[in-house]
């Protein structure tokens, strides 16, 4: 894109706008069970979470996974309980290569929930016999964890489903915080952390949100948040929500309405995979998803936007992103899947470079003028997605470009 972001924001009004709107990610099936992620395939008895992030540096369509299962082998790191498995799997192939990082900070205790932050430095789970959250850290993403001891400062409560990602520059503990997830800054060197700040409300008494998972651009750092609000005490109604600009005054979205217990799961490209626990025993789900992260960025920085759509073996996928003044009510249109949620009658678009990738993943780096004038400018926007030498069309999430 040889134009700034400067010449898009005369389109956004001069006042922040809430960037959410009305859209959610697209999925093109139904929730399935994962072949490629299966206690079976992984040689498990049950695989509990997940999370993903994409490392610097790797292929396009590659994820470094922190996983928790049951009956990992002694040879692998397991010690029994419940255990934490890393190692990078590759969406496109659909092969996932352990390599045992996890294995130092396995006890004879049940560990859970085990989170990496996007730069494979830092990671934290939940350790149930101490009702702490653990920090462990690592040199390089070469190397093994290490446990750097339990997280400081935090309320006590019975779990946390705890999750780190950088805000604003600053390193943040995600956390279940009472009914809600908050963000805690958080200081690695002394492992404590301060004040909560509410980024997802949960909208009716009683429930509670869980499982939060950040969504992060292509700088690591995060835009947004999928998490999951219980609706049942009996863990039997846990659904998947998204909210994309970390204000609790913006109603996040329901994506998955499950009525089962569907759970800590993570965005791995094109695809949601989350955990599910039911009669058939726990394992990973996922569906085909067409997204995107938007975007956030302070001026004199690159804008680094990420969009999605499933993997493709024999084919590729073309990326557009859609920019307009305003969200609109969603508005259903015969050629696409999903819904388009910006308004057409003042629309640009831009073909996302990227494309081609039968990871189905297209980046676009915007530069950010050092004017000013820009900051707490956000324009309105949306992704739509075609996959070449088919008729599947669908839309992406409505999201937004915020310039900080």
């Known amino acids: 894109m040889k134009n700034s972001i400067a010449v898009l924001f005369p389109l956004a009004a001069t006042t922040m706008l809430a960037a959410q709107g009305a859209v959610i990610p697209t999925s093109l099936s139904p929730i399935v069970d994962s072949q490629q992620l299966s206690p079976t395939t992984l040689g498990v008895v049950e695989v509990n979470s997940i999370s993903a992030v994409h490392l610097m540096g790797d292929p396009a369509g590659t994820y470094y996974l922190g996983l928790t299962v049951r009956g990992l082998s002694s040879a692998r790191g397991g010690v029994g309980g419940l255990d934490l498995l890393t190692g990078r799997y590759d969406r496109v192939s659909g092969t996932f290569v352990e390599d045992g990082a996890a294995a130092a900070l396995n006890t004879a205790s049940d560990q859970f929930a085990m989170s990496v932050h996007a730069s494979g430095l830092l990671a934290v789970t939940d350790d149930y016999a101490t009702g702490t959250v653990q920090l462990a850290q690592r040199a390089s993403v070469g190397q093994p964890f290490t446990v750097a001891g339990a997280i400081v400062g935090l309320t006590p409560q019975g779990y946390y489903d705890p999750a780190l990602a950088t805000i604003d520059g600053q390193l943040h503990l995600l956390a279940t915080f009472g009914n809600d997830i908050a963000a805690l800054p958080l200081d690695a060197a002394t492992r404590t952390v301060g004040a909560p700040r509410v980024i997802a409300r949960v909208t009716t008494a009683g429930r509670t949100a869980n499982s939060a998972q950040p969504i992060v651009d292509g700088n690591g750092d995060m835009v947004g948040l999928s998490f999951h609000e219980l609706e049942s005490f009996a863990f039997t109604d846990n659904d998947q929500w998204i909210a994309a600009d970390l204000d609790p005054a913006t109603p996040a979205l329901r994506v998955v309405d499950s009525n089962e217990f569907f759970s800590n799961g993570a965005y791995v490209g094109g695809h949601y995979i989350a955990a599910l626990s039911d009669s058939a025993g726990y394992r990973l789900v996922e569906y085909p998803v067409v997204w995107c992260t938007g975007g956030r960025a302070r001026t004199g920085t690159t804008m680094s936007v990420l969009a999605f759509a499933p993997p493709r073996l024999m084919g590729s996928w073309l990326t557009s992103l859609l920019l307009s003044g305003s969200f ?68 992406g999430n409505t999201c937004a470009l915020t310039v900080q």
Do not use: C, H, K
Not at 348 to 356: A, F, K, L, S, Y
């Open 328 to 395: 609109i009510t969603p508005v259903s249109l015969p050629f696409a899947a999903g819904s388009l949620g910006v308004d057409p009658t003042a629309l640009v678009t831009v073909t996302m470079p990227g494309n081609g990738f039968t990871s189905g993943e297209a980046v676009l780096q915007i530069p950010v003028p050092n004017v000013a004038s820009l900051r707490g400018r956000s324009v309105p926007a949306q992704t739509i997605a075609y996959a070449i030498g088919t008729t599947t069309v669908a839309f």
